[in-house]
T-cell receptor, first 113, second 112 residues
Framework: GAVVSQHPSWVICKSGTSVKIECRSL??????MFWYRQFPKQSLMLMAT?????????EQGVEKDKFLINHASLTLSTLTVTSAHPEDSSFYIC?????????FGDGTRLSIL | TQLLEQSPQFLSIQEGENLTVYCNSS?????LQWYRQEPGEGPVLLVT?????EVKKLKRLTFQFGDARKDSSLHITAAQPGDTGLYLC????????????FGQGTRLTINP
């Protein structure tokens, strides 16, 4: 079946560092990719929707200058957390669509010290 | 903003008991999905319901979509410890982007 690969699965870095997370659709072309954030014991909150070749659409309250999203190809989207701070520590999950089904990656645990 | 209210948020029961998780909204969804998520992993799709009143069964799990496509339920019969996990409902909006909106989740613990 369809697989979405996320990398890295876990990252720890110092405050002020920028971190890039990759999301790849391995066996299908994803015209739309979604980025979610999940805090401990909470549900997934949609951060942004990105379509290949165009600018991402951010949800209300999500800073587009802090969370840079690039969807340059039909199989790759990246999320860069710029100048990360401890409050950005969270579980980031990407999702990709090929038509109706939406497939999820295994998430990236980001810890900012 | 479309919201999905999921209840209960926490449930701990004994092996062999039955349980129902509810997912309610004031909004209509084009479809509704149920996911199960293990710690440190992404959610895994269990089922998608599309038609109002639709009922789908997956072994001991029964999923129902409300007639008005605003609510859904997940019923587990004879729960097993292996059913332990976070269950999430998610509705797909009718808007152009068709975003998937998640409920708060139900953390289910089945005690042996």
């Amino acid at each position: 079946g369809a697989v979405v690969s996320q990398h890295p699965s876990w990252v720890i870095c110092k405050s002020g560092t920028s971190v890039k997370i990759e999301c790849r659709s391995l066996d299908f072309q994803a015209t739309t990719m979604f980025w979610y954030r999940q805090f401990p014991k909470q549900s997934l909150m949609l951060m942004a929707t990105s379509n290949e070749g165009s600018k991402a659409t951010y949800e209300q309250g999500v800073e587009k200058d802090k969370f840079l999203i690039n969807h340059a190809s039909l199989t790759l989207s990246t999320l860069t957390v710029t100048s990360a701070h401890p409050e950005d520590s969270s579980f980031y999950i990407c999702s990709a669509r090929e038509g109706k089904p939406q497939h999820f990656g295994d998430g990236t645990r980001l810890s900012i010290l | 903003t479309q919201l999905l209210e999921q209840s209960p948020q926490f449930l701990s029961i004994q092996e062999g008991e039955n349980l129902t998780v509810y997912c309610n909204s004031s909004s209509v969804f084009s479809s509704l999905q149920w996911y199960r998520q293990e710690p440190g992993e992404g959610p895994v799709l269990l089922v998608t319901v599309v038609t109002g009143g639709e009922v789908k069964k997956l072994k001991r799990l029964t999923f129902q979509f409300g007639d008005a496509r605003k609510d859904s339920s997940l019923h587990i019969t004879a729960a097993q410890p292996g059913d332990t996990g976070l269950y999430l409902c998610a509705g797909r909006s009718l808007e152009g982007a068709q975003k998937l909106v998640f409920g708060q989740g139900t953390r289910l613990t089945i005690n042996p």
